[in-house]
């Protein structure tokens, strides 16, 4: 007999997990197909230490082939559904258009960059959600302070120095953070630039981490500011320019460099879907199910969980839960195959981790909060258990790192044209 075919879209942390997590429950009782735009599942959280040459790109590019035994892989980008004759449609890398039939679909296609309605935000500034931005910033950081030690006009040089990046959450704190970090070693191998780099972190929020414990708030603010990272809370951008921002407190930064942190969106698939959505995130139960259609599964960044330990609320978007429900779709898919009891998703959160680049990190594992040394042995700890490979040679580039000085070249493998910000894939490879 044919086997039933469950098929997951999306290959982050949702999708990867379920797939995992379903290839060891049933892989006996069912053919898992896991459809994604990529052949690899991105780590996010060390994409900041790739755009500041810590970590080689490829190190957080886990391969789908060879990590899911059980698993086949199908490289595309899903663009319809047919929700009553249970296929996936879906464009392949070379542009052909192909079809998957189901018995089971797990929706797991996360999210892209969050836009405002900003002047000039969109044609000048630059996302940070996926491996060709990181890329992409990385090489304009390192052309950014080789043009500004040749400028003559002390203007340009202060411009071409100056990095404004927006939004004081996870992402952003840490891009700025290791920033510093970075143009500071690129202008010390640089005597003739007269001017240290200068990074500015934005955010209406009151305050760095504005998610996060205020200690770890407190303590990434007092590293920031020691560093020399120029904090401006509750300020934004109110318009951009190609020769700079205009600041909602009415100043005005000349920049070559804006980059857009502010935080995620559902992937825009989710609404052409035509199922109910609260916030942007297709609506599901407390087991992962989407309302009317008992076969179809959402989980992640797009799907709007309830949050049982919050009642009336839905679960944020942090990949803790997306990984999490990964796996308990996978049981639950288990269980309707007849392997085990469906259970419902309820978490506990484990803490938090956020790299401040250096030998500083905030961390509150368990809810002790850990700052400095401590934190930075928890945090990269934590990466490296969360990472589903690639580990040694992430904790090579590590101790590369602390032992030697960066190389640091521009590659010119991604040009800015292939990273707009308004691209509508997490991985900046748009949908036409």
């Not at 086997?3 to 060891?24: E, M, Q």
């Not at 780590?43 to 230490?49: I, R």
């Not at 980008?77 to 079809?99: I, K």
Request: contains cysteine; proline residues 7%; charged residues 20%.
């Amino acid at each position: 007999m044919t086997k039933p075919r469950v098929v997951i879209v999306g290959a982050g942390f949702a999708g990867y997990h379920a797939a995992k997590t379903l290839s060891r429950l049933a892989g006996d009782r069912a053919e898992i197909v896991l459809l994604n735009s990529t052949d690899y599942f991105l780590y996010l959280p060390l994409l900041p230490e790739v755009a500041a040459g810590v970590v080689e790109p490829t190190r957080i590019s886990v391969p789908l082939s060879g990590t899911l035994d059980g698993v086949r892989v199908v490289i595309g980008e899903a663009d319809r559904v047919d929700l009553q004759n249970r296929w996936v449609g879906f464009t392949q890398p070379e542009g052909d258009r192909n079809q998957l039939a189901y018995d089971r679909l797990v929706l797991a296609v996360g999210s892209v960059n969050k836009l405002l309605p900003i002047p000039g935000v969109t044609e000048y500034a630059h996302g940070f959600r996926g491996l060709p931005e990181a890329l992409y910033l990385h090489d304009h950081v390192i052309r950014q302070i080789e043009l500004a030690e040749q400028a003559e006009d002390p203007a340009e040089q202060q411009a071409r120095a100056t990095f404004v990046v927006v939004g004081a959450g996870y992402t952003g704190t840490e891009v700025a953070a290791h920033g510093q970090l970075f143009t500071d070693a690129l202008a010390a191998q640089r005597p003739r630039l007269s001017i240290r780099p200068r990074w500015m972190l934005l955010d209406v929020a009151p305050r760095v981490l504005p998610e996060l414990d205020q200690r770890m708030s407190r303590t990434a603010d007092r590293v920031l500011r020691r560093r020399g990272v120029d904090v401006r809370m509750g300020t934004s951008v109110a318009e951009a320019t190609a020769d700079g921002v205009k600041l909602t407190d009415g100043d005005y930064v000349p920049t070559c460099t804006l980059v857009w942190c502010v935080g995620v969106r559902p992937d825009p698939f989710v609404a052409q879907l035509g199922l109910r959505t609260e916030k942007g995130r297709l609506v599901t139960d407390e087991y992962l199910n989407v309302p009317g259609y008992p076969e179809v599964y959402a989980c992640g960044d797009a799907a709007a969980v309830p949050d049982l330990t919050r009642p009336g609320e839905i679960c944020t978007m942090t990949a803790q839960h997306a990984q999490r429900q990964g796996k308990l779709v996978a049981h639950n898919i288990a269980a309707s195959y007849g392997q085990g009891r469906r259970k419902p998703y309820k978490h506990h959160d484990l803490g938090w981790v956020v790299d401040l680049g250096g030998k500083d990190a905030a961390a509150n594992p368990l809810k002790v909060s850990l700052s400095g040394l401590p934190a930075k042995a928890v945090t990269r700890g934590y990466h490296l258990m969360a990472m589903p490979g690639n580990r040694a040679r992430v904790g090579a580039d590590w101790v590369l790192d602390a032992t030697l000085s960066r190389p640091a070249v521009q590659l010119g493998l991604v040009p800015a044209n292939a990273v707009p910000l308004e691209s509508e894939s997490p991985e900046t490879i748009r949908r036409h």
